[in-house]
């Protein structure tokens, strides 16, 4: 470490202000720097060639990989799995060619849930994550993503995880592990664990640095609107939206990305006591901070210009542009010794990072020795990544009802021997199940709901109806059962408007209906879909499951109400309409638990388990408000029974301890413990989730279930005595201790 130390001390001592500027520039877009000439072959553009000539070097390059409707990179253009090696290698190249201090760049990928590359690997996202309440399952699909972008050459992912949703209008929902900070938390912690391993061993080493985004209370906006201001106090910012930077920063992160909105009036990006005085002092941090895309520009309206901006950002503690102009102006501050000190510190954190990917040169060389991506390498990662990607996706299938007058199998569709209908927009659909920033997926591989029971029950008996119009009345007529696949997209088409950030900027009637910049004033189920459920009522008696596939708490109040089933889906990613055939067909569990709360009408959001009053009885139009709590999940450890709960406080923590037995069935999914506090000097939350362990238990299998809450979750300095009341399953007050602080 002291060697390194001393190099990029030297390196440093070698530099203008301008190479130093451009270390912290992470201006270009990646795919616009490679094209192929006409015997296909990549090739560097003259824009990226400009860049590095400008800087004399180049410190970071966004999206070499990236493939969506905004970049405009598809399986006809864009860079292949079998090409990462060679565009890698190209742009690597060309850097230490033109740079002037043989140093390499940084290549930074999208990964939220999953790499967005072509063939990459395709995750639940986050809120769907949300609902396994599984860390150790989140950390090793993480750890395959980290596999696949360092089989890659790829050195940092940009990763969703720091958002709480708290108000189902915002389109982002999809990004965020649910409305509760403790499990996002854990899963903060997972995501990191998992690409960085321990200690960030594996940076460098068959793993990725992380960038989580984003920083911070960006869920809290102002009526669910995108990068709009979060109005809230000193304790519910630590309590609610800090609590997972802590835990990521305690785990490791090597980056944040600090966020569009402001906190109070004052810009995340411009925020030096988030920045620093928060993030490096009181956490510790000592890695990069990196703004949001055109983050640092949108402060003009603030600063009075664009260089004032990139200066206002940078003194507050931001290391890394995205995109933006203001970061390219800060060698017009060289005499400004606030600013020339603020660049050199950046600059060593970018340098560092550089170090650990042997992207600087080692004394007595002229240029880095990069390791080269392998193509058998990459091949075995996507592998593992798709397997991974199954594997979690049939733990976020969440039941939230079953009528069936008599459920003798676990099968909904076992038995059935009539014909079924596949019905709704999303019958025959894929892309609602992938969520926003995912590339396009093979052909082959894709799937829907419709197709998989068409193949495992037979194409005689299964029936599309993607309108109720679609089908003679007389196959409505013989219909057994109806599958109804609702709920909301975040599919972006390629004649999509896209904001200067990638956001959508003009959705269509029937467009996407979720994902950044897809805020919606009314979260009742889009395109009518209500209304067409009564149709379909109207024209069958028989039975309906419904399957909703949704990135934000859409109001499923009347699909519930004409369901004899319901299963929510979240965007259960690639291998999503396999997972819920599964369910339907195999029997397989449905272990999933809601990671926010549904509302029972638009008009009463937002709604939270953890708000501090009840909302119910107080709308006139809308008494009981909540349809599901946060958490409900009526198929995760059916059959199982809590007895004998104990608990009593050992040293700074509150133990609880419970016998489980599971039913005639196989129990699997997280048991929660849930606390109500009474006392001190606040009002109390209705509920807070303090502790969750994941079950997978044979039928009629016993064990022991054991919670540890440390009591500073419980009470507040000078609280004096709090009295907590513990609930897990549908026991209330199953257990009390009194704590002190």
């Known amino acids: 470490m002291a060697s390194s130390q001393q190099s990029i001390e030297r390196i440093i001592a070698q530099m203008s202000f301008t190479e130093k500027v451009g270390q912290l520039n992470q201006r270009l877009l990646g795919w616009k720097t490679v ?79 999953g790499h967005q590359a072509l063939g990459g690997t395709v995750l639940p996202t986050n809120l769907a994550l949300g609902a396994t309440f599984d860390p150790q399952a989140v950390r090793e699909a993480e750890a395959a993503v980290a596999a696949e972008l360092a089989a890659s050459g790829i050195h940092i992912a940009l990763v969703s995880g720091l958002d709480i949703a708290r108000d189902p209008r915002w ?178 954190r970018v340098l560092e990072l550089k170090s650990r990917f042997g992207l600087l040169p080692e004394d007595g060389k002229n240029l880095a020795d990069i390791p080269v991506p392998q193509t058998g390498q990459i091949e075995y990662a996507l592998q593992e990544g798709r397997e991974h990607a199954r594997s979690i996706a049939r733990e976020t299938v969440t039941l939230l009802n079953d009528n069936r007058e008599t459920v003798t199998a676990a099968a909904p569709l076992d038995g059935v021997t009539g014909d079924v209908v596949v019905a709704g927009p999303f019958a025959d659909d894929f892309d609602c199940f992938v969520g926003d920033y995912t590339a396009p997926v093979r052909p082959e591989e894709r799937s829907s709901i419709y197709r998989e029971l068409h193949d495992r029950l037979g194409a005689q008996r299964v029936h599309l109806a993607a309108s109720p119009s679609d089908l003679a009345p007389e196959i409505w007529n013989k219909a057994a059962m109806v599958v109804f696949v609702c709920g909301g997209t975040s ?16 959705v269509a009637e029937y467009g996407a209906t979720c994902g950044e910049g897809v805020d919606l004033a009314d979260i009742s189920l889009p395109w009518r879909q209500d209304t067409m459920l009564d149709e379909i009522r109207a024209l069958t008696d028989a039975p309906i499951i419904s399957v909703a596939v949704c990135g934000r708490a859409h109001v499923l109040t009347h699909v519930k109400a004409l369901s004899v089933m ?69 198929g995760a450890l059916d059959g199982v029974t809590v007895t004998d709960v104990r608990a009593w406080v050992q040293h700074d923590a509150a133990m609880v301890v419970a016998d489980i037995q599971a039913g005639e069935r196989k129990a699997q999914g997280a048991l929660n413990l849930f606390a109500h506090c009474t006392g001190g000097h606040r009002i109390p939350r209705l509920s807070m989730l303090v502790d969750s362990t994941y079950l997978d238990l044979m039928p009629n299998e016993r064990c022991e279930a054991c919670f540890t809450v440390p009591v500073e979750h419980l009470a507040d300095f000078g609280d004096g005595e709090v009295r907590v009341s513990f609930s897990m399953l549908d026991q209330t007050d199953c257990a009390a201790v009194t704590v002190r602080r």
């Open 35 to 113: 094209t192929r000439d006409p015997a296909g072959r990549l090739i560097a553009t003259d824009e990226l060639k400009r860049e590095i000539d400008r800087w004399g070097g180049l410190g970071l390059l966004y999206g070499l990989l990236r493939a969506d409707p905004w970049s405009g990179q598809h399986w006809g253009n864009g860079i292949r799995p079998e090409e990462r090696a060679e565009a890698v290698n190209l742009i690597q190249q060309t850097v230490l060619e033109r740079g002037s201090h043989g140093i390499g760049v940084l290549l930074s990928e999208e990964a939220p849930h």
């Open 171 to 348: 389109g982002r929902c999809e990004e965020c592990f649910g409305e509760d900070p403790l499990m996002a938390s854990r899963l903060c912690e997972a995501i990191v664990l998992g690409m960085q391993g321990d200690n960030r061993s594996k940076v460098g080493n068959g793993g990725v640095a992380v960038v989580l985004k984003h920083l911070a209370a960006q869920g809290e906006a102002v009526g669910g609107r995108n990068g709009q201001s979060a109005v809230l106090g000193e304790h519910d910012l630590h309590e609610i939206h800090l609590a997972p930077v802590a835990a990521g920063a305690r785990a490791g992160a090597w980056g944040f990305m600090a966020a569009y909105n402001d906190i109070d009036s004052v810009p995340c990006c411009a925020n030096p006591w988030l920045l620093k005085d928060y993030l490096r002092k009181t956490l510790g941090f000592d890695g990069i901070v990196m703004a949001d895309g055109v983050a640092v520009d949108r402060l003009e309206g603030m600063t009075g210009s664009i260089p004032a901006a990139g200066r206002a950002a940078l003194l507050a503690g931001v290391d890394v542009s995205l995109w933006d102009e203001g970061f390219t102006h800060l060698a017009e501050y060289a005499d400004d010794e606030a600013v020339a000190n603020a660049v050199d510190a950046s600059l060593r």
């Open 491 to 506: 599919e972006r088409s390629y004649d999509s408007e896209f904001d200067n950030n990638g956001a959508a900027k003009a």
């Open 566 to 634: 319901t299963i929510w889906a979240g965007y259960a990613g690639q291998f999503g309409p396999q997972v819920v055939a599964d369910a339907l067909v195999a029997g397989a569990t449905m272990p999933g638990r809601l990671p926010v709360t549904l509302p029972a009408f638009a008009g009463a959001v937002p709604v939270r388990y953890n708000d501090r009053q009840s909302a119910a009885h107080v709308y006139k139009d809308a008494v009981e408000p909540v349809l599901c709590a946060f958490g409900y999940g009526k």
